[in-house]
T-cell receptor, first 109, second 113 residues
Framework: QKEVEQDPGPLSVPEGAIVSLNCTYS??????FMWYRQYSRKGPELLMY????GNKEDGRFTAQVDKSSKYISLFIRDSQPSDSATYLC?????????FGTGTSLTVIP | EAQVTQNPRYLITVTGKKLTVTCSQN?????MSWYRQDPGLGLRQIYY???????DKGDVPEGYKVSRKEKRNFPLILESPSPNQTSLYFC????????????FGPGTRLTVL
């Protein structure tokens, strides 16, 4: 079983839609939870991170962590064509990082 | 400009020919790491370094070596590359760990024939 599972999509939504991206994990030792965005032919860039259960909001993005269910989500409100990218969830324990396989998102104008 | 640089960006080589991919950061970061990215497998950590002269294995270290002699540089060495090491490689650095943001380089696409 993989440490982190993420639905690869692809996901295609109209502009303005609410997008929900999800990951599940198996290792209860994971302490910190992150979401990265990766544009084509680029390295990933950090969108958000959190370390506790609950919600964290940053502009149009909300990260949600449910440690009891080992489930994390990223919500994107009012999605824009510029949000079209691959979204990677990531987690770490100590010094090691574990990434999901990424979900490819396309926002159609 | 604060950045992580990798060289080369593209490399095609043959089985068994030793190669080095360089990584350098100009942000005075303590933590550096190498990842490989493969379709269906995502990003997997190869090695990481918490500071100079301190390195440790990630999830998939087999067939790779690293060294951290200087704070800014973290080269990835493939002593005897094999076709299963064909991948997209990323170097990353962060000021500290685990909460500090990781900055990723532009990637190195390696093909081993």
């Amino acid at each position: 079983q993989k440490e982190v599972e993420q639905d690869p999509g692809p996901l295609s939504v109209p502009e303005g839609a609410i997008v929900s991206l999800n990951c599940t994990y198996s290792n209860s030792a994971f302490q910190y939870f992150m979401w990265y965005r990766q544009y084509s032919r680029k390295g990933p860039e950090l969108l958000m991170y959190t370390y506790s259960s609950g919600n964290k909001e940053d502009g149009r993005f909300t990260a949600q962590v449910d440690k009891s269910s080992k489930y994390i989500s990223l919500f994107i409100r009012d999605s824009q064509p510029s949000d079209s990218a691959t979204y990677l969830c990531a987690m770490n324990t100590g010094n090691q990082f574990y990434f999901g396989t990424g979900t490819s998102l396309t926002v159609i104008p | 400009e604060a950045q992580v640089t990798q060289n080369p960006r593209y490399l095609i080589t043959v089985t068994g020919k030793k190669l080095t991919v360089t990584c350098s950061q100009n942000m005075n970061h303590e933590y550096m790491s190498w990842y490989r990215q493969d379709p269906g497998l995502g990003l997997r950590q190869i090695y990481y370094s918490m500071n100079v002269e301190v390195t440790d294995k990630g999830d998939v270290p087999e067939g790779y070596k690293v060294s951290r002699k200087e704070k800014r540089n973290f080269p990835l060495i493939l002593e005897s590359p094999s076709p299963n090491q064909t991948s997209l490689y990323f170097c990353a650095s962060s000021l500290s760990w685990p909460l500090s943001e990781q900055f990723f380089g532009p990637g190195t696409r390696l093909t081993v024939l």
